[in-house]
């Protein structure tokens, strides 16, 4: 049963993080991470099923590292200045919307 779940929210996770990619594009990106780094905020408490179909499965395949250093990449290629905003942007951004997570309940 927790193949099959974790399979599950990890397609979708996958498919949030490919459609808000190609509608949104670097926003999206980084709209993902920030919704991802609170939502494992939200559940940090939890453990073992739910912890790992939700945080590893779904959450882990709707965020992605390798999507912000391509938009890093991308955005510096161009302004330097523009690609550090992004990347520091998605880092306080993600450690501000984890803490709000944890904190959320309260």
């Known amino acids: 049963m927790t193949v099959?779940?974790?399979?599950?929210?990890?397609?979708?996770?996958?498919?949030l993080r490919w459609k808000a990619n190609a509608r949104w594009g670097k926003l999206g990106t980084l709209i993902l991470n920030l919704?991802?780094?609170?939502?494992?905020?939200?559940?940090?408490?939890l453990d073992g099923f739910l912890l790992t179909v939700l945080g590893t499965a779904g959450i882990g395949a709707m965020t992605t590292v390798s999507g912000v250093a391509r938009e890093?990449?991308?955005?510096?290629?161009?302004?330097?200045?523009?690609?550090?905003?992004?990347?520091?942007g998605t880092?306080?951004?993600?450690?501000?919307a984890a803490w709000v997570?944890?904190?959320?309940?309260?």
């Open 72 to 88: 890093v990449h991308g955005l510096s290629s161009t302004s330097r200045v523009q690609g550090t905003i992004y990347l520091v």
């Open 35 to 45: 919704v991802g780094a609170f939502g494992l905020g939200l559940i940090s408490e």
């Open 4 to 15: 099959v779940l974790f399979a599950g929210f990890a397609g979708l996770g996958a498919v």
């Open 101 to 106: 997570g944890v904190h959320w309940c309260l």
């Open 91 to 96: 880092l306080v951004g993600g450690i501000c």
